[in-house]
Each structure stands twice: as C-alpha cells, then as structure tokens.
C-alpha cells in the first residue's frame, strides 16, 4: 500500500514567489496534517484537517500560507508570497483516526532564496 | 504551548550498546509514539503506546507508557549502525489540554550517531 505521497519533494524559489506543496495522504484516512520542520523550532504543525474541513489552523504563521483540501485524497499548503524565512522542510502527514497514530510523507524542502 | 521534554538531545553509540532516551511532559498524556527519522526522509511510526504501564517491544526497540501518563521510554537494544538518526516522541494531551485535541505534541528529538 502506497504511503503518503508528497510533491515536489524539493522547492527552490525566490522570494516573492507564490509556492504550492501537493499531498496524497494514505486511502481510506480522514486526518491529513501539514507540518513544518527547522533546526531552531523542529517540527510544527501548521494546520490540519478532519474530513477535508480545517480543523485547527492556529499554526498557520501568517496569511501569507493557506491550505486547502478539496477531497479526500488531495491537499495543498500555498505560501504567496514567499520569504526566505519560510525556508523549511514541510511534511504532510494522515492518520485513520483523529488524534491517534500518524504517518508521515517523504517531505518537501523549501528554500526561498 | 504544550511541550515535551526529550533526552538526551543526542549520544553516541557504539554497536552492541543498549540505548535509552525518554520524553516527560508537565501534563497528562492519552497516547504516546515513537518515531525515527533518517536524513531526508520524513518520521518513520516505530512504535504507540495507548495504556498507561503498557510496554510494547518492536524488534530491538521497547518502548513503555508511563504509570503516570506523564512520559515514555524507548529502548534499543545491541545496537547496530543503522540505528543512529533522529529519534522523536509524539504525544496526544488528555482532556484537559487547552489545545485541540486532534494535536500531538513533538519532542525535540534525540539524535543518535555512532562513537568515532
């Protein structure tokens, strides 16, 4: 069974540049989760969703950053524009039942130069 | 917020040695996991505990929920080159978290590498 798929798994842009990280969380899970990970502050989570409907998105740092789901096997983070500080690794991660065992994409490294 | 404390930060092991780190948190915790992450991949689920006092063996690896849902443990033992990475401990706060209750909670990982 495919794991959860994310793309690209790497995102070099200037800054300025509106970026888009693309998930495909596991079949049959309903919780799909996007994290953010540094070597200051470590993994983050960003936002995340039930259902396909935002659930908490109070680590959403700042307007610049949106995330969407439209359907149960499709998600996106959009960063417009982007800064430099907002280079990081992303993961997006899904679990079966909220709040319980999660499982984690290969990760897209961001760098906004 | 919410913080999990995990040690140590790092060690170094030699292969054959047994290891042992742990994540303690100020609150009560419902679900513990353990995860491990290599360079450029993304956490690898090792082990999750539900129960408090539950001990739960993954190979090499054992890790145990804490009697009094404030921490966890993991184990290694007779390591192997392999072994060395990140390893992190996940938790999901009890009801009384401020938070929501879908989170966990990281620790900041405890990373491992071989004694040169």
């Known amino acids: 069974d495919a794991g959860v798929i994310q793309s690209p798994r790497h995102e070099v842009t200037e800054m300025g540049q509106e970026v888009t990280l693309r998930c495909k969380p596991i079949?049959?899970?309903?919780?799909l989760f996007w994290y953010r990970q540094t070597m200051m502050r470590g993994l983050e989570l960003l936002i995340y969703f039930n259902n396909n409907v935002p659930i908490d998105d109070s680590g959403m740092p700042e307007d610049r950053f949106s995330a969407k789901m439209p359907n149960a096997s499709f998600s996106t983070l959009k960063i417009q524009p982007s800064e430099p500080r907002d280079s990081a690794v992303y993961f997006c991660?899904?679990?079966?039942?909220?709040?319980?065992?999660?499982?984690f994409g290969p990760g897209t490294r961001l760098t906004v130069t | 917020g919410q913080q999990l404390n995990q040690s140590p930060q790092s060690m170094f092991i030699q292969e054959g040695e047994d290891v042992s780190m742990n994540c303690t948190s100020s609150s009560i915790f419902n679900t513990w996991l353990w995860y491990k992450q290599d360079p450029g991949e993304g956490p690898v689920l090792l082990i999750a505990l539900y129960k408090a006092g539950e001990l739960t063996s993954n190979g090499r690896l054992t890790a145990q929920f804490g009697i009094t849902r404030k921490d966890s443990f993991l184990n290694i033992s007779a390591s192997i080159p392999s072994d060395v990475g990140i390893y992190f401990c996940a938790g999901r706060p009890g009801a009384n978290y401020g938070g929501s209750q879908g989170n966990l909670i990281f620790g900041k990982g405890t990373k491992l590498s071989v004694k040169p």
């Open positions: 991660a899904s679990s079966f039942v909220q709040g319980y065992e999660q499982y």
């Open positions: 079949s049959g899970h309903n919780s």
